[in-house]
């Protein structure tokens, strides 16, 4: 991945996430009950940093997405991606290729719903190759858990100095205060539910998911995913020679009929338009 960053064209960039911990709301005076007890409410972080190419080098942008839903799946996953795939396309509006990279695990990433929204997003978007990248289990920190370190410490530093965080605004506002260098995104519930239903009810996962460390999407041959058990940078998009499973290639379902517009607010949203006639299985 240190290769594909430094080899990036400025039409490709590479965007790194994870999910942090949690973060728990706290007060700068706290009775008993509330430091033992489970009345803390809870903020998801999902952090990361997208790489891109210019004519001066290769630039980062450093982002945030805080959200009171505790989801972590692929539906919340692509949620909080929405307004990065948005500030992308105003810093690098030729981009056609899009890396993505996270850690594996396969209640969040490394799953049958999370290959097909990279497909039917990709798709959608007008994107001409994309791809997923994953970690190995057990693998060290990342430029990810640097932000999210960064959001953390911001937070309690002010709960130090007297300030009460005891929601998802209260920690917006703190961040926004302190000016950071990381771009701040809310994410709603709503969000969160409309990209759920894009998703097939009845998808087959494909074999070796287990195995699998890098998923490719072409557009010339959008209905299926190649599926490697390791990056191939020298492959690229093309047919991998070196790592790919077998099978090699996973087809993806028919995408469901949904329409994309962008709203007033910094976030993207999706409309989802259900087919009448939906297929009962999917190969």
């Given at each position: 991945?240190?290769?594909?960053r430094t080899r990036l064209q400025q039409n490709e960039v590479l965007i790194v996430v994870d999910f942090s911990e949690n973060y728990a709301t706290k007060y700068s005076s706290e009775i008993q009950s509330v430091h033992f007890g489970a009345s803390r409410n809870q903020i998801t972080l999902h952090t990361g940093v997208m790489y891109y190419s210019t004519a001066s080098g290769i630039q980062c942008a450093s982002f945030c997405s805080l959200s009171s839903s505790l989801h972590h799946d692929p539906a919340a996953i692509w949620a909080h ?203």
């Amino acid at each position: 991945m240190r290769d594909t960053r430094t080899r990036l064209q400025q039409n490709e960039v590479l965007i790194v996430v994870d999910f942090s911990e949690n973060y728990a709301t706290k007060y700068s005076s706290e009775i008993q009950s509330v430091h033992f007890g489970a009345s803390r409410n809870q903020i998801t972080l999902h952090t990361g940093v997208m790489y891109y190419s210019t004519a001066s080098g290769i630039q980062c942008a450093s982002f945030c997405s805080l959200s009171s839903s505790l989801h972590h799946d692929p539906a919340a996953i692509w949620a909080h991606l929405m307004p990065v795939l948005k500030m992308m396309h105003e810093l690098c509006p030729s981009v056609d290729t899009v890396n993505f990279q996270s850690d594996g695990p396969t209640t969040q990433c490394r799953n049958k719903k999370n290959f097909f929204m990279l497909a039917y997003l990709s798709s959608k978007f007008g994107w001409v190759n994309s791809s997923l990248n994953f970690s190995e289990a057990g693998h060290g920190k990342g430029q990810a858990d640097g932000i999210s370190g960064v959001i953390k410490r911001t937070a309690d530093q002010a709960v130090a100095h007297g300030g009460d965080i005891s929601s998802l605004k209260d920690l917006t506002k703190v961040l926004t205060d302190q000016h950071l260098k990381i771009k701040m995104f809310e994410i709603d519930i709503e969000e969160i539910e409309a990209i759920d239903k894009c998703l097939l009810t009845n998808l087959k996962a494909p074999k070796n998911t287990m195995k699998l460390h890098h998923v490719t999407w072409k557009s010339n041959d959008a209905q299926s995913l190649e599926l490697r058990e390791l990056t191939c940078i020298d492959c690229g998009y093309d047919r991998c020679e070196h790592f790919a499973v077998k099978p090699a290639l996973w087809i993806v379902p028919e995408l469901v009929d949904v329409h994309e517009h962008t709203s007033s607010h910094h976030k993207g949203r999706i409309i989802v338009k259900q087919p009448t006639d939906r297929p009962q299985s999917y190969v």
